[in-house]
């Protein structure tokens, strides 16, 4: 997978100059290594209700979210075969004992690589109306097979990126199974939040 720079300059354009703004990784993801990957396509119509989900902690009291930005791919390769077709996405804010604050469903057209013209993974920026949150919090994204989010590939469990399960309110460790070797892959969800 080639990661695009442009694609993120770009999306930087967009960003307010008041916003503080935390990343779900450490260090400059030109040097990491970088694939992505729908839910959908992995674990079946289950996906439906199961999202990529990252902890947050909030830079100070009373900060508000406002922006999630996940980098992603929908398919779109600069073809007219690959015209993404439209689906539903979701995204959910949680506190840190999973409490829904909030919760937004769009098609993810008006966000795609496709409007853009962006045949490589690209940043897909939610605009948020500003929703105070305190401590830990959690951002959950539905990608349901509209848009395949990248992730990190790490060596260990991570801290901060995880699977969350809606029936039963279930926060898993981000490991998805490699069926063929009988193990796991450990990821983290590339994923940017903007606030003040």
């Given at each position: 997978?080639?990661?695009?720079?442009?694609?993120?300059?770009?999306?930087?354009?967009?960003?307010?100059?008041?916003?503080?703004?935390?990343?779900?990784?450490?260090?400059?993801?030109?040097?990491?290594?970088?694939?992505?990957?729908?839910?959908?396509?992995?674990?079946?119509?289950?996906?439906?209700?199961?999202?990529?989900?990252?902890?947050?902690?909030?830079?100070?009291?009373?900060?508000k979210?406002?922006?999630v930005?996940?980098?992603?791919?929908?398919?779109?390769?600069?073809?007219?075969?690959?015209?993404?077709?439209?689906?539903?996405?979701?995204?959910?804010?949680?506190?840190?004992?999973?409490?829904?604050?909030y919760?937004?469903?769009?098609?993810?057209?008006?966000y795609?690589?496709?409007?853009?013209?962006?045949?490589e993974?690209?940043?897909?920026?939610?605009?948020?109306?500003?929703?105070?949150?305190?401590?830990?919090?959690?951002?959950?994204?539905?990608?349901?097979?509209?848009?395949?989010?990248?992730?990190?590939?790490?060596?260990?469990?991570?801290?901060?990126?995880?699977?969350?399960?809606?029936?039963?309110?279930?926060?898993?460790?981000?490991?998805?199974?490699?069926?063929?070797?009988?193990?796991?892959?450990?990821?983290?969800?590339?994923?940017?939040?903007?606030?003040?």
């Open positions: 997978m080639i990661l695009s720079l442009t694609g993120i300059s770009a999306a930087a354009d967009a960003k307010s100059p008041e916003d503080q703004f935390i990343n779900s990784y450490q260090g400059n993801l030109t040097e990491k290594k970088i694939v992505s990957i729908d839910l959908l396509s992995i674990m079946g119509l289950p996906a439906y209700f199961i999202a990529e989900a990252v902890k947050f902690k909030a830079p100070k009291p009373g900060w979210l406002n922006t930005q996940i980098l992603g791919w929908d398919g779109f390769n600069g073809t007219t075969e690959s015209i993404p077709r439209e689906r539903i996405i979701a995204l959910e804010v949680r506190d840190k004992d999973l409490n829904l604050l919760r937004f469903a769009d098609s993810q057209l008006p795609s690589n496709f409007v853009r013209n962006a045949p993974t690209y940043p897909f920026t939610m605009h948020l109306p500003s929703i105070p949150v305190s401590d830990e919090f959690y951002v959950c994204f539905y990608d349901r097979g509209a848009i395949a989010v990248a992730t990190e590939i790490l060596n260990k469990t991570s801290e901060n990126s995880f699977i969350y399960i809606s029936e039963g309110n279930a926060l898993l460790p981000s490991n998805l199974p490699i069926f063929k070797e009988n193990e796991s892959v450990p990821l983290n969800w590339i994923m940017t939040i903007g606030g003040n």
